[in-house]
């Protein structure tokens, strides 16, 4: 896939990819559906590899909002709502520069709604409009 080329000349000359980069490759795979070509966070969580996504996604230098909220979909997508949750308030705890947004919110409070964490998905919509984000419909 031409997508993993510019990955593979990155990685053959010692350049760190950026988040633009691995965001950019990311959605790549996901919109074309190709999970098994390239070890990356996400692709890792769709074949069930939380535990290597999780290293590999801890070793990438720069993470944006969206990295996080591809990684957090990959957890909640395994069942893995308790690394879900850690990850979401690492997010908030860590990278005071990331403003948790309103798909951030929505990705952990519908997976913990469907794990049956009502209580906590709850309190989630609460914090919500005290942060001052407007719920979507």
Do not use: W
């Amino acid at each position: 896939m031409e997508a993993k080329q510019p990955f593979l000349v990155m990685q053959g000359n010692d350049i760190q990819p950026n988040e633009v980069t691995y965001n950019t490759i990311i959605q790549g795979y996901l919109s074309n559906k190709v999970y098994d070509d390239i070890e990356l966070p996400v692709t890792d969580c769709m074949r069930g590899k939380v535990g290597k996504a999780l290293k590999i996604f801890h070793s990438i230098v720069s993470r944006d909002l969206v990295t996080y909220r591809i990684m957090l979909k990959g957890l909640y997508d395994n069942n893995q709502v308790d690394d879900g949750l850690d990850m979401f308030i690492l997010m908030g705890k860590t990278r005071s520069d990331l403003s948790l947004d309103i798909h951030a919110y929505n990705i952990l409070i519908d997976d913990l709604s469907k794990s049956g964490n009502s209580d906590n998905a709850r309190d989630l919509f609460k914090e919500i409009t005290l942060k001052g984000l407007q719920p979507n419909d």
